[in-house]
Protein backbone atom coordinates (compact mmCIF):
# COMPACT_ATOMS: atom_id res chain seq x y z
CA UNK A 1 0.00 0.00 0.00
CA UNK A 2 1.19 3.42 -1.16
CA UNK A 3 1.83 5.70 1.61
CA UNK A 4 -0.29 9.19 1.88
CA UNK A 5 1.20 12.87 2.26
CA UNK A 6 -0.39 13.03 5.73
CA UNK A 7 1.72 9.71 6.59
CA UNK A 8 4.77 10.36 4.55
CA UNK A 9 4.76 14.06 3.71
CA UNK A 10 8.39 14.62 2.26
CA UNK A 11 8.29 12.39 -0.69
CA UNK A 12 5.08 14.14 -2.08
CA UNK A 13 5.94 17.99 -2.56
CA UNK A 14 9.23 19.97 -1.28
CA UNK A 15 9.22 22.42 1.81
CA UNK A 16 7.62 20.74 4.35
CA UNK A 17 9.50 22.25 6.62
CA UNK A 18 6.84 21.88 9.53
CA UNK A 19 6.88 18.12 9.25
CA UNK A 20 10.43 17.97 9.46
CA UNK A 21 10.62 19.89 12.57
CA UNK A 22 8.51 17.46 14.40
CA UNK A 23 10.75 14.29 12.34
CA UNK A 24 14.37 15.95 13.69
CA UNK A 25 13.14 17.47 16.80
CA UNK A 26 17.15 18.25 17.77
CA UNK A 27 18.16 19.21 14.48
CA UNK A 28 20.06 23.08 14.46
CA UNK A 29 18.15 26.02 13.30
CA UNK A 30 17.22 27.82 11.05
CA UNK A 31 16.87 24.95 9.09
CA UNK A 32 18.07 25.10 5.28
CA UNK A 33 15.22 24.27 2.73
CA UNK A 34 16.50 22.48 -0.21
CA UNK A 35 13.81 20.73 -0.90
CA UNK A 36 11.82 23.06 -3.47
CA UNK A 37 13.07 24.11 -6.73
CA UNK A 38 12.96 27.62 -5.66
CA UNK A 39 15.59 30.22 -6.41
CA UNK A 40 17.19 31.20 -2.78
CA UNK A 41 17.53 34.70 -4.55
CA UNK A 42 14.47 36.40 -4.97
CA UNK A 43 13.68 39.52 -6.96
CA UNK A 44 13.79 42.58 -4.90
CA UNK A 45 10.26 43.46 -3.74
CA UNK A 46 8.90 47.12 -4.93
CA UNK A 47 8.12 49.37 -2.31
CA UNK A 48 3.94 48.82 -1.48
CA UNK A 49 1.45 51.58 -0.72
CA UNK A 50 -0.82 50.62 1.75
CA UNK A 51 -3.44 50.17 -0.98
CA UNK A 52 -1.73 47.63 -2.47
CA UNK A 53 -2.90 45.40 0.63
CA UNK A 54 -6.05 47.35 0.42
CA UNK A 55 -7.83 47.50 -2.42
CA UNK A 56 -8.90 44.69 -4.81
CA UNK A 57 -6.58 44.33 -8.19
CA UNK A 58 -7.99 46.63 -10.90
CA UNK A 59 -8.09 44.62 -14.46
CA UNK A 60 -6.26 47.00 -16.37
CA UNK A 61 -3.01 45.78 -13.25
CA UNK A 62 -4.04 42.54 -14.44
CA UNK A 63 -3.87 43.27 -17.84
CA UNK A 64 -0.29 44.89 -17.66
CA UNK A 65 0.76 42.20 -16.14
CA UNK A 66 0.08 39.86 -18.74
CA UNK A 67 1.36 42.04 -21.95
CA UNK A 68 5.01 42.36 -19.64
CA UNK A 69 4.39 38.46 -18.98
CA UNK A 70 3.44 38.49 -23.03
CA UNK A 71 7.05 40.04 -23.90
CA UNK A 72 9.31 38.04 -21.86
CA UNK A 73 7.55 34.74 -23.46
CA UNK A 74 7.79 36.02 -27.25
CA UNK A 75 4.16 35.91 -27.24
CA UNK A 76 1.87 38.88 -29.33
CA UNK A 77 -2.06 38.03 -28.20
CA UNK A 78 -2.41 38.61 -25.13
CA UNK A 79 -6.24 37.25 -25.39
CA UNK A 80 -4.26 33.94 -24.69
CA UNK A 81 -1.94 34.43 -21.75
CA UNK A 82 -3.71 34.13 -18.42
CA UNK A 83 -2.64 35.09 -14.75
CA UNK A 84 -3.80 32.40 -12.29
CA UNK A 85 -2.52 31.87 -8.64
CA UNK A 86 -0.17 29.57 -9.20
CA UNK A 87 0.59 27.31 -11.61
CA UNK A 88 -0.03 24.30 -9.63
CA UNK A 89 -3.70 25.28 -9.60
CA UNK A 90 -3.79 25.69 -13.31
CA UNK A 91 -2.71 21.89 -13.55
CA UNK A 92 -5.73 21.14 -11.71
CA UNK A 93 -7.90 23.86 -13.44
CA UNK A 94 -6.75 22.06 -16.70
CA UNK A 95 -7.45 18.66 -14.97
CA UNK A 96 -10.72 19.44 -14.65
CA UNK A 97 -11.59 21.29 -18.65
CA UNK A 98 -10.33 18.17 -20.02
CA UNK A 99 -11.85 15.55 -17.31
CA UNK A 100 -13.53 13.60 -20.16
CA UNK A 101 -10.32 12.77 -22.07
CA UNK A 102 -7.68 10.24 -21.14
CA UNK A 103 -4.56 11.56 -20.90
CA UNK A 104 -1.24 10.36 -21.34
CA UNK A 105 1.87 11.93 -19.18
CA UNK A 106 6.02 11.66 -19.59
CA UNK A 107 7.25 10.09 -16.70
CA UNK A 108 8.68 10.79 -14.20
CA UNK A 109 6.40 14.22 -13.39
CA UNK A 110 5.71 16.99 -10.60
CA UNK A 111 2.95 14.82 -8.37
CA UNK A 112 0.57 17.74 -9.42
CA UNK A 113 -0.06 16.57 -12.76
CA UNK A 114 -0.65 12.76 -11.27
CA UNK A 115 -3.26 14.42 -9.10
CA UNK A 116 -4.93 16.24 -11.10
CA UNK A 117 -4.99 13.37 -13.87
CA UNK A 118 -5.52 10.09 -11.49
CA UNK A 119 -6.80 7.78 -15.00
CA UNK A 120 -4.26 9.08 -17.14
CA UNK A 121 -1.10 6.43 -18.30
CA UNK A 122 2.39 6.94 -17.96
CA UNK A 123 4.12 6.40 -21.30
CA UNK A 124 7.65 7.32 -22.51
CA UNK A 125 8.65 9.87 -25.13
CA UNK A 126 8.70 7.05 -28.37
CA UNK A 127 4.94 6.00 -26.88
CA UNK A 128 3.53 9.55 -27.73
CA UNK A 129 1.94 8.74 -30.81
CA UNK A 130 -1.67 7.19 -30.68
CA UNK A 131 -2.76 9.50 -27.52
CA UNK A 132 -5.42 12.26 -28.03
CA UNK A 133 -3.61 14.16 -24.78
CA UNK A 134 -0.19 14.29 -23.67
CA UNK A 135 1.09 15.96 -20.47
CA UNK A 136 4.64 16.80 -20.01
CA UNK A 137 7.02 19.01 -18.21
CA UNK A 138 9.57 20.37 -19.96
CA UNK A 139 12.36 21.10 -18.44
CA UNK A 140 11.13 17.78 -16.38
CA UNK A 141 11.00 18.13 -12.98
CA UNK A 142 12.90 16.62 -10.85
CA UNK A 143 15.21 14.43 -13.56
CA UNK A 144 15.68 17.57 -15.83
CA UNK A 145 14.68 16.11 -18.97
CA UNK A 146 14.34 18.17 -21.78
CA UNK A 147 12.23 17.60 -24.82
CA UNK A 148 13.10 19.86 -27.86
CA UNK A 149 10.48 22.21 -28.86
CA UNK A 150 10.84 20.60 -32.84
CA UNK A 151 10.13 17.44 -31.50
CA UNK A 152 7.18 18.62 -29.14
CA UNK A 153 5.77 20.50 -31.89
CA UNK A 154 5.41 16.49 -33.51
CA UNK A 155 3.46 15.09 -30.80
CA UNK A 156 -0.20 14.62 -31.79
CA UNK A 157 -3.58 15.33 -30.17
CA UNK A 158 -3.70 17.97 -27.46
CA UNK A 159 -0.54 19.05 -25.68
CA UNK A 160 -0.01 20.37 -22.36
CA UNK A 161 3.47 21.97 -21.53
CA UNK A 162 4.36 22.58 -17.83
CA UNK A 163 7.39 24.79 -18.40
CA UNK A 164 7.54 25.58 -14.45
CA UNK A 165 11.55 25.43 -15.10
CA UNK A 166 11.89 27.37 -18.13
CA UNK A 167 12.76 30.43 -17.38
CA UNK A 168 16.36 28.75 -16.23
CA UNK A 169 17.01 27.96 -20.10
CA UNK A 170 14.53 30.39 -22.30
CA UNK A 171 15.64 28.46 -25.30
CA UNK A 172 13.97 24.79 -24.09
CA UNK A 173 10.48 26.97 -24.43
CA UNK A 174 8.27 25.77 -27.16
CA UNK A 175 7.14 29.16 -26.79
CA UNK A 176 6.44 31.73 -28.69
CA UNK A 177 5.75 29.36 -31.68
CA UNK A 178 3.23 26.73 -29.50
CA UNK A 179 1.04 25.61 -32.26
CA UNK A 180 -1.99 24.20 -30.24
CA UNK A 181 -0.06 23.15 -27.45
CA UNK A 182 -1.08 24.71 -23.93
CA UNK A 183 1.32 25.78 -22.04
CA UNK A 184 2.63 26.51 -18.21
CA UNK A 185 4.33 28.77 -16.69
CA UNK A 186 5.76 29.57 -13.28
CA UNK A 187 6.75 32.88 -11.31
CA UNK A 188 7.67 31.99 -7.72
CA UNK A 189 10.45 29.66 -8.44
CA UNK A 190 12.84 31.33 -10.90
CA UNK A 191 12.04 34.54 -9.16
CA UNK A 192 12.23 33.06 -6.11
CA UNK A 193 9.12 34.30 -4.45
CA UNK A 194 6.56 31.46 -4.72
CA UNK A 195 4.56 32.58 -1.75
CA UNK A 196 3.12 35.50 -4.23
CA UNK A 197 1.68 32.51 -5.95
CA UNK A 198 1.47 33.56 -9.53
CA UNK A 199 2.00 31.38 -12.85
CA UNK A 200 0.17 31.54 -16.42
CA UNK A 201 -1.68 29.26 -18.66
CA UNK A 202 -1.11 30.06 -22.51
CA UNK A 203 -3.82 28.66 -24.88
CA UNK A 204 -5.54 29.10 -27.70
CA UNK A 205 -8.89 32.03 -26.64
CA UNK A 206 -11.17 29.34 -26.03
CA UNK A 207 -9.55 27.90 -23.31
CA UNK A 208 -8.03 30.95 -22.20
CA UNK A 209 -12.14 32.28 -21.65
CA UNK A 210 -12.68 29.27 -20.04
CA UNK A 211 -9.64 29.31 -17.67
CA UNK A 212 -11.02 33.32 -16.91
CA UNK A 213 -14.44 32.56 -16.76
CA UNK A 214 -13.45 30.02 -13.72
CA UNK A 215 -11.49 32.27 -12.05
CA UNK A 216 -13.28 35.13 -12.11
CA UNK A 217 -12.49 39.10 -11.38
CA UNK A 218 -10.06 38.66 -9.29
CA UNK A 219 -8.02 36.04 -10.06
CA UNK A 220 -4.75 36.81 -8.54
CA UNK A 221 -4.27 39.68 -5.83
CA UNK A 222 -2.95 42.65 -6.43
CA UNK A 223 0.13 42.25 -4.56
CA UNK A 224 1.48 39.63 -7.09
CA UNK A 225 0.28 42.09 -9.96
CA UNK A 226 2.46 44.62 -9.04
CA UNK A 227 5.33 42.58 -8.06
CA UNK A 228 5.19 40.36 -11.30
CA UNK A 229 5.03 43.75 -13.35
CA UNK A 230 7.87 45.12 -11.53
CA UNK A 231 10.01 41.30 -12.42
CA UNK A 232 8.73 40.36 -15.85
CA UNK A 233 10.10 44.55 -16.93
CA UNK A 234 13.58 44.02 -14.87
CA UNK A 235 15.53 41.71 -18.13
CA UNK A 236 19.00 42.85 -16.42
CA UNK A 237 17.69 41.09 -13.30
CA UNK A 238 16.38 38.23 -15.11
CA UNK A 239 19.93 37.79 -16.47
CA UNK A 240 22.33 38.11 -13.63
CA UNK A 241 19.92 35.55 -11.88
CA UNK A 242 20.09 32.70 -14.65
CA UNK A 243 23.93 33.31 -14.15
CA UNK A 244 24.12 33.25 -10.75
CA UNK A 245 22.06 30.15 -10.67
CA UNK A 246 24.65 28.21 -13.53
CA UNK A 247 27.14 28.99 -10.96
CA UNK A 248 25.38 27.81 -7.84
CA UNK A 249 24.44 24.99 -10.00
CA UNK A 250 27.78 24.19 -10.73
CA UNK A 251 29.30 24.36 -7.25
CA UNK A 252 26.73 21.96 -5.91
CA UNK A 253 27.99 19.25 -8.76
CA UNK A 254 31.15 19.44 -6.97
CA UNK A 255 30.07 18.73 -3.32
CA UNK A 256 28.45 15.78 -4.91
CA UNK A 257 31.99 14.79 -6.87
CA UNK A 258 33.95 15.08 -3.44
CA UNK A 259 31.24 12.60 -1.93
CA UNK A 260 30.98 10.54 -5.22
CA UNK A 261 27.59 10.99 -5.57
CA UNK A 262 26.03 10.38 -8.76
CA UNK A 263 24.21 13.21 -10.86
CA UNK A 264 21.27 11.78 -12.60
CA UNK A 265 19.10 15.28 -13.86
CA UNK A 266 18.71 18.12 -12.75
CA UNK A 267 18.24 22.07 -14.10
CA UNK A 268 20.21 24.95 -12.40
CA UNK A 269 17.59 25.26 -9.93
CA UNK A 270 18.32 22.03 -8.41
CA UNK A 271 20.01 18.63 -9.06
CA UNK A 272 18.78 15.04 -9.09
CA UNK A 273 20.77 12.58 -7.47
CA UNK A 274 21.34 8.45 -6.82
CA UNK A 275 22.80 6.79 -4.30
CA UNK A 276 22.28 2.98 -3.04
CA UNK A 277 22.19 4.88 0.73
CA UNK A 278 20.20 7.67 -0.42
CA UNK A 279 17.61 7.08 2.59
CA UNK A 280 20.04 7.78 5.11
CA UNK A 281 21.73 10.79 3.56
CA UNK A 282 18.44 11.70 3.42
CA UNK A 283 17.88 11.55 7.63
CA UNK A 284 21.81 12.38 7.98
CA UNK A 285 20.97 15.64 6.18
CA UNK A 286 17.67 15.92 8.36
CA UNK A 287 19.51 15.71 11.51
CA UNK A 288 21.76 18.14 10.17
CA UNK A 289 18.78 20.79 10.16
CA UNK A 290 18.67 20.16 5.77
CA UNK A 291 15.53 19.08 4.22
CA UNK A 292 15.75 17.51 0.65
CA UNK A 293 13.07 16.20 -1.61
CA UNK A 294 13.33 12.03 -0.90
CA UNK A 295 10.72 9.84 -3.97
CA UNK A 296 8.02 7.50 -3.13
CA UNK A 297 8.57 5.98 -6.14
CA UNK A 298 12.20 5.60 -6.17
CA UNK A 299 14.27 5.43 -3.07
CA UNK A 300 17.62 5.70 -4.38
CA UNK A 301 16.95 9.17 -5.59
CA UNK A 302 16.87 12.47 -3.86
CA UNK A 303 16.65 16.27 -4.97
CA UNK A 304 18.35 19.21 -3.95
CA UNK A 305 17.83 22.58 -4.36
CA UNK A 306 20.43 25.38 -4.31
CA UNK A 307 21.92 26.82 -0.85
CA UNK A 308 21.99 30.25 -0.48
CA UNK A 309 24.28 32.17 1.92
CA UNK A 310 27.94 31.36 2.32
CA UNK A 311 26.61 29.55 6.10
CA UNK A 312 24.16 27.57 4.58
CA UNK A 313 27.13 26.17 1.78
CA UNK A 314 29.19 25.39 5.04
CA UNK A 315 26.43 22.97 6.77
CA UNK A 316 25.86 21.21 3.85
CA UNK A 317 29.73 20.43 3.02
CA UNK A 318 30.10 19.50 6.46
CA UNK A 319 27.13 17.22 6.57
CA UNK A 320 28.04 15.65 3.23
CA UNK A 321 31.32 15.12 5.13
CA UNK A 322 29.60 13.64 7.96
CA UNK A 323 27.68 11.27 5.82
CA UNK A 324 30.84 10.27 4.05
CA UNK A 325 32.47 9.26 7.16
CA UNK A 326 29.63 6.65 7.82
CA UNK A 327 30.08 4.88 4.18
Known amino acids: MSKSPATDPFRFHGGRLAAAALHFA ?96 EITIEEAAGHDLIILANPNNPDGRIVSPDHLGAFPGQVIVDEAFADTAPATSILPERGDAIVLRSFGKFYGLAGIRLGFVIADTAVAERLRAMLGDWPISGIAATVGLAAYQDQQWQEVQRHRLQEAAERLDRLFEKSEIEIVGGTSLFRLISHDNARELFEILGQ ?35 WREMQ
Open 26 to 121: DAPKPWIDLSTGISPWAYPVPELGLDAWRRLPEPEQIADLELAAARVFGLNNTAEIVAVPGSDMAIRMLGALFANQRGAMLTPIYSGHKAAWPNAS
Open 288 to 322: SGILVRPFSDDASRLRFGLPGGEDEWRRLDYALSQ
